[in-house]
């Protein structure tokens, strides 16, 4: 028979099992070669920054330059209609492929990879590459 006991510990088990059902984590955990991004990324304050030191420069991706336009304001525009992303799909990413060689030519050009700015692009991608 169902009694008192019975009763409460049914009652906690189904309040754990929603508990820990709830607890799910918000941002995108990616470890990539010595780094490692806990929190979500912004498009504004920690991706642009990288493609305006590495990427919008005199010649490369900016305005009438090489596509995509990677200037602060032209940035997300041009790589999302450019295809250049899969949001929630960097392995598959045209993007991801030129920052870790697996397409070419590798980004970015004559410079040295940063993993550090990879993951962070990584987990941009990974976490919807939205436009915040």
Do not use: R
């Amino acid at each position: 028979m169902f009694n008192t006991k019975t009763a409460i510990l049914s009652g906690v088990i189904t309040t754990a099992i929603l508990v820990i059902a709830g607890c799910t984590k918000t941002t995108t955990v990616v470890k990539n070669a010595g780094s490692e991004i806990t929190a979500t990324m912004s498009f504004s304050k920690d991706i642009v920054p990288i493609f305006d030191k590495s990427c919008a420069v005199s010649g490369c991706h900016v305005s009438g330059g090489k596509a995509p336009d990677l200037t602060s304001a032209n940035a997300f525009k041009s790589l999302s209609s450019g295809n250049y992303f899969k949001a929630g799909d960097p392995e598959n990413s045209n993007l991801m492929m030129w920052l870790n060689g697996k397409k070419s030519p590798v980004m970015p050009m004559g410079g040295t990879p940063n993993t550090d700015n990879n993951a962070k692009i990584y987990a941009w991608i990974n976490q919807g590459a939205k436009n915040n």
